[in-house]
């Protein structure tokens, strides 16, 4: 399974680990793309639950526009 996330306030490799880090703690998380420049992030897992991908990556920080 993937999800494709556009998420706002990124603007470096620190943002970047940040939200990759959050992300991997989430249950089923198995990998994280991030794409700074479109302010994009794909997760690939089983089972990803959009409300707990949404959560860890605004409890970084940063604010989830979009979850496809």
Sequence with gaps: ??????????SCNHCVMAVTNAL??????????????NKKVEVEGENLVDDKL??????AGYDVVEIK
Aim: a negative charge; glycine letters at 10%; hydrophobic letters at 40%.
């Design 24 to 37: 991997k703690e989430v249950e089923g998380v198995s990998g994280v793309n991030v794409d700074l420049d």
């Design 1 to 10: 399974m993937k999800k494709t996330m556009l998420v706002e306030g990124m």
């Design 54 to 59: 949404r959560e860890a990556v605004e409890e």
